[in-house]
């Protein structure tokens, strides 16, 4: 039995079934700065799945940041989409002055890792703004990589072009937004039907991004979004459970939501928390 003390925050095995925890915005834990370079390398290291977040620059070229503007989450000001490369090297991340990390620095870093590791590119533009200029970039810096990448967004468009130039990049797709405006209109039969046409549709994605609670609400209804899209030969990846008190583990709300999710197999889920989620799970199962 592996040690509580000493969880590294990969996975969580249950009834024969492994469960990936994902370190969100490339965070081990919450208290981790927001994108940082040296949890990345830990997590390529141990072989852990990891997300960012890219957002496009007037180049063509990216920079991992979440936020459409530059001040939330850095000492820059206005729109990223109008900053080109040479902008951006003398910005800071507000989080313990780090510069930014940029495409170019993602590549070269993603040269050696461990096989069993997995990042994940959240792309937060569509392909309107990224148009064929960012693509032919991604092609240029992450044809060759050894890191395993996929490649995930809300835009279709996208990733249906991201398919045609880059095909040995797996591909995800979140249709959480969508579903819950199918389902406040027209319920859970028509988000059955939007889902299945999404997963037979031209992206051919290899994993499915679906919202915990949205999951959770499904299934109480009759609707178990994940085994629909396992059925169908994808995984899903429910995000994002973070724990509101690491130390203590979890709440008894939380482990009501976090056991019923953990029952509908998912095949991997996002956190902030991943070695707390882990520990938590364990002080709970071995009682």
């Known amino acids: 039995m592996t040690d509580v003390a000493n969880v590294q925050g990969l996975e969580i095995s249950h009834e024969g079934h492994r469960t990936r925890l994902k370190w969100h915005r490339l965070r081990k834990r919450f208290a981790d700065p927001l994108f940082s370079a040296e949890v990345m390398a830990e997590g390529f290291a141990a072989g852990a799945s990891m997300e960012l977040d890219l957002r496009v620059r007037a180049d063509g070229g990216f920079v991992v940041l979440h936020d459409r503007e530059l001040e939330g989450e850095t000492t820059g000001h206005g729109p990223i989409a109008k900053r080109s ?11 313990g002055d780090r510069p930014l990390i940029l495409s170019e620095d993602l590549a070269a870093m993603m040269q050696s890792t461990h096989p069993d590791a997995l990042l994940q590119f959240d792309m937060k533009d569509d ?81 499915i991004y679906l919202h915990w609670r949205l999951v959770l609400d499904a299934a109480k209804e009759g609707l178990d979004m994940i085994a629909l899209c396992q059925e169908h030969g994808k995984r899903v990846d429910a995000w994002t459970f973070t724990l509101k008190d690491p130390e203590a583990g979890f709440s008894e709300e939380e482990w009501l939501n976090f056991s019923a999710l953990m029952a509908l197999k998912p095949d991997q889920i996002t956190t902030d928390e991943a070695p707390a989620t882990e520990r938590a799970w364990r002080r709970r199962i071995n009682g």
Do not use: C, N
């Not at 490369?85 to 989080?95: A, N, Q, W």
């Not at 392909?127 to 064929?132: D, K, L, R, V």
């Not at 990589?145 to 130039?165: R, T």
């Open 127 to 207: 392909y309107e703004a990224i148009g064929s200029k960012g693509i032919e970039h991604l092609a240029a810096h992450f044809r060759d990589i050894a890191a395993s990448v996929i490649v995930s967004g809300g835009s279709l468009d996208l990733i249906v072009a991201v398919k045609e130039k880059l095909p040995q990049l797996l591909r995800g797709i979140d249709p959480t937004d969508k579903l819950y405006d199918i389902w406040k209109a027209s319920g859970w039969k028509a988000v059955e039907a939007e889902l299945r046409a999404d997963l037979g549709g031209p992206t051919e994605p290899d994993t």
């Open 85 to 95: 490369i040479g902008d951006l090297r003398d910005i800071r991340m507000k989080e």
